[in-house]
């Protein structure tokens, strides 16, 4: 059945190394979403696609952070460099993008950036 | 005083009875909201949605409420199951060509057989 892929499902690097988290939609979903999920912040929007175009990337510390959709089946999210402060869950979510807005969650990439 | 960490509401309740998650809402331009289900380890799940001009809608054991008054949203959930453990999100949107959900902070709902 049709599911929110990611990958890898679990991260732990050293700080200052790069992290690159891939996901792919659903086929036929035109909009992608990356999430971040922490005790202290809950679930926060870091930035998400229409038809491979980015809409919005204000939550997204651009400094350090940087999101990708090379083609419609795959979308990533890159830390360079990583810090202990972006340990967290990332999830990609996808969409149809229309007025019905439910999005379809994957499983999750659990950081740990030590 | 620093903050530790979220203090999510939580909710606990008898297998078999009946619960009801709230949750409050900032936008009034809002014009669709979804409950998410959020089981440990795993992604959020979708429950149910409504869109603003519906005030109920029900599913199988799972009802929303909307107060848009108030802004207001409820889910309740018929006969909760130990399988209903999870934390509850609810999400709102502006709609039009606005794609972004906003979550709430979540509520922890604990079941006890």
């Known amino acids: 059945d049709a599911r929110v892929t990611q990958t890898p499902r679990h991260k732990v690097t050293e700080m200052g190394q790069e992290v690159t988290m891939r996901c792919q939609p659903i086929l036929g979903h035109n909009t992608v979403f990356w999430y971040r999920q922490t005790m202290m912040q809950g679930l926060e929007l870091l930035a998400y696609?229409?038809?491979?175009?980015?809409?919005?990337d204000s939550g997204m510390p651009k400094d350090r952070f940087s999101a990708e959709m090379p083609d419609a089946t795959l979308a990533t999210l890159k830390i360079q460099p990583s810090e202990p402060r972006d340990s967290a869950v990332y999830f990609c979510a996808s969409g149809l993008g229309r007025q019905d807005n439910e999005q379809f969650f994957g499983p999750g990439t659990r950081l740990t950036v030590l | 005083g620093e903050s530790v960490g979220l203090h999510l509401p939580t909710l606990s309740v008898q297998e078999g009875d009946n619960s009801i998650i709230n949750c409050a809402y900032s936008n009034s331009a809002s014009d669709y909201f979804i409950w998410y289900k959020q089981e440990s380890g795993k992604g959020p799940q979708f429950i149910i949605d409504i869109r603003s001009n519906m005030d109920k809608r029900q599913g199988q054991r799972v009802t929303v409420l909307l107060n848009k008054t108030v802004k207001h949203l409820s889910l309740q959930i018929a006969a909760t199951q130990p399988g209903d453990s999870a934390v509850y999100f609810c999400?709102?949107?502006?709609?039009?060509?606005?794609?972004?959900?906003?979550f709430g902070k979540g509520t922890l709902l604990t079941v006890n057989p």
């Open positions: 999400a709102e949107n502006e709609g039009g060509s606005n794609y972004k959900l906003t």
């Open positions: 696609f229409r038809n491979r175009a980015p809409l919005d």
